[in-house]
Nanobody
Framework: QVQFVESGGGLVQAGGSLRLSCAAS????????MGWFRQAPGKEREFVAAISRQTSNTYYTDSVKGRFAISRDDVKNTVYLQMNSLKFEDTAVYYC???????????????WGQGTQVTVSS
């Protein structure tokens, strides 16, 4: 129902930075919260970060706190994930996800993008 334009993935050396972006095709009650999950090879999908459009509250998984920063541009209906001090363990496919609220987001979200590859070399 919601289409995403995702960009910013790529290959970077450990300690480097990348900036992901995700633009949603439309704003609905189902995308009040936007952010990312990721999935590394052989691992389950993992919550990464999210931001509320209504409150601007941000949420992060413990492993990225202090290194990643999520932000939003309401005019462009776009969210950004600035990823600094990248580690090899951050290597994964990153999926843009939207949900009606943070609880719904953490439980799996409502709409998922196609994903973008982030590869960190050690």
């Amino acid at each position: 129902q919601v289409q995403f334009v995702e960009s910013g993935g790529g290959l970077v050396q450990a300690g480097g930075s990348l900036r992901l972006s995700c633009a949603a095709s439309r704003r609905t009650f189902s995308n009040n919260v936007m952010g990312w999950f990721r999935q590394a090879p052989g691992k389950e999908r993992e919550f990464v970060a999210a931001i509320s459009r209504q409150t601007s509250n941000t949420y992060y998984t413990d492993s990225v706190k202090g290194r990643f920063a999520i932000s939003r541009d309401d005019v462009k209906n776009t969210v950004y994930l600035q990823m600094n001090s990248l580690k090899f363990e951050d290597t994964a496919v990153y999926y843009c996800v939207t949900a009606a609220g943070i609880a719904t987001f953490r439980s799996g979200g409502d709409s998922w993008g196609q994903g973008t590859q982030v590869t960190v070399s050690s």
